[in-house]
C-alpha cells in the first residue's frame, strides 16, 4: 500500500506565505506525475499544480506567479510553497500521486487565509 502525509496548513494572514508537503511511503516503485489539489466548502475539488516526473509543471491560472509546487525524488515528497496568499485561497488542500497508473490522495490539510 500507499500511504501519503500531508503537513504545512494553518491559518496565515491575507498576504503571508505557507509551504505544504506530502510525503509518500509503502509499495512506490516510480512516482510519476505529483500534484496539489483544493476544496472550498460549497464547491468542487480543482487542481491547483502539477509536476511530472522531468519537472514539467502546471498551474491553476488562479495561483500562477504566487505558488510554486517542486518535488524532491529522493524523499517521494511534493512541496507547494504558496505565496501572496488571498482569502478565496481557503480550502482544504489535497495532495495526489500516480504510481503505475494508480492515484493515491493525502487525507487533506486545511489553508485558512483570514485577518
Known amino acids: 500500500q500507499v500511504q501519503l502525509v500531508e503537513s504545512g496548513g494553518g491559518l496565515v494572514q491575507p498576504g503571508g506565505s505557507l509551504r505544504l508537503s506530502c510525503a509518500a511511503s509503502g509499495n512506490i516503485f516510480s512516482i510519476s506525475t505529483m500534484g496539489w489539489y483544493r476544496q472550498a466548502p460549497g464547491k468542487l475539488r480543482e487542481l491547483v499544480a502539477a509536476i511530472t516526473n522531468g519537472d514539467k509543471t502546471n498551474y491553476a491560472d488562479s495561483v500562477k506567479g504566487r505558488f510554486t509546487i517542486s518535488r524532491d525524488n529522493a524523499k517521494n515528497t511534493v512541496y507547494l510553497q504558496m505565496n501572496s496568499l488571498k482569502p478565496e485561497d481557503t480550502a482544504v488542500y489535497y495532495c495526489?500521486?500516480?504510481?503505475?497508473?494508480?492515484?493515491?490522495w493525502g487525507q487533506g490539510t486545511q489553508v485558512t487565509v483570514s485577518s
Open positions: 495526489k500521486i500516480v504510481v503505475r497508473a494508480t492515484y493515491y
